[in-house]
Every structure is written in C-alpha cells, then in structure tokens.
C-alpha cells in the first residue's frame, strides 16, 4: 500500500511528523461509511487519513507542511491496517 510520511505545524504552532496512508488507498468495506458514518466535511487542505503509527483516523494539514511529503510503498502495512479496523468496528 501506499505509504506517505509528512510533518505539518499543529494548530498549537508544536509539529507532528506522520506517517498515513490516504483514506482512499483504504480497503473500501473498512471504511467508517460503510459502517454508518458520514464522511467527513473538512476544510481545504485538510485530509482525513489512517495514522499508521496511532491506528486511528486523524487529520493532515496540508496547509502547514514543513518540507516534502514523502511517498513510498509497503505491503506489509494492509494486513495490519485491515486487523486494526475490522477489530475497531471501523470505529
């Protein structure tokens, strides 16, 4: 799966290096609309995506990014992306 590594400024002014995977590179039928939930309705240059590290939905901003973002690929990422949502309910 696609993988992306980035730093933005937080609202705070502190920084927050991630590394996500975009919602739409998700398994679709993981996805917390499929299970009830409404899409979320974000400001420009907001993203919502799955935090690789935290194992949650947050949201990356664009806006503030410090640098380059970063793409790479790793397989081994699905599978635990897949276990962590199914066991979350999707959330």
Do not use: C, Q
Not at 18 to 44: C, I, R, W, Y
Not at 70 to 89: A, C, H, Q
């Amino acid at each position: 799966m696609k993988v992306y590594t980035g730093t933005f400024v937080k609202k705070d002014g502190s920084f927050r290096e991630m590394t996500f995977a975009k919602v739409s590179d998700l398994p679709k039928d993981l996805l917390p609309e499929k299970k009830g939930g409404k899409p979320a309705k974000l400001k420009e240059g907001m993203e919502l995506v799955w935090d690789l590290k935290t194992h949650a939905f947050r949201i990356f901003n664009y806006n503030t990014v410090v640098g380059k973002l970063k793409e790479s690929f790793d397989p081994n990422y699905i599978n635990d992306v897949r276990k962590t949502l199914t066991n979350k309910g999707s959330l």
